[in-house]
């Protein structure tokens, strides 16, 4: 059984930083791609990053601007979400998420991810 758990959520402040990680259970990492997602309620979810199963690709949502670094550590079967320059318009639920098949690539398109985590959240105060 596949399961992803996010951690790392908590109150920052505006221009600070937050590293999220996703612990992945249940298949070798590094097999596969893997995303972070946000979504706000009311609006559709969007990327915020994704990466490649060999880790030599990535992908990042337009509103990211250079401010965050997805990463992996196969050996430890987590991915990461480094976090620099919040704003208080970062604050929402952010979900890891993997595909269903081995080597596929990254994608930014939500319907390809089959696993979702429970979401993570933290305040971005202004």
């Known amino acids: 059984q596949v399961q992803l758990v996010e951690s790392g959520g908590g109150l920052v402040q505006a221009g600070g930083s937050l590293k999220l990680s996703c612990a992945v259970s249940?298949?070798?990492?590094?097999?596969?791609?893997m995303a972070w997602f946000r979504q706000t309620p009311g609006k559709e979810r969007e990327v915020v990053a994704c990466?490649?199963?060999?880790?030599?690709?990535?992908y990042y949502g337009d509103f990211v601007k250079g401010r965050f670094t997805i990463s992996r550590d196969d050996a430890k079967s987590t991915v990461y979400l480094q976090m620099n320059n919040l704003q208080p318009e970062d604050t929402t639920v952010y979900f890891c998420?993997?595909?269903?098949?081995?080597?596929?690539?990254?994608?930014?398109?939500?319907?390809?991810?089959?696993?979702w985590g429970q979401g993570t959240q933290f305040p971005v105060a202004s």
């Open positions: 990466i490649n199963w060999s880790g030599g690709s990535t």
């Open positions: 998420a993997s595909p269903e098949y081995a080597f596929y690539s990254a994608t930014y398109q939500s319907r390809a991810y089959a696993y």
């Open positions: 249940g298949r070798t990492l590094s097999s596969y791609s």
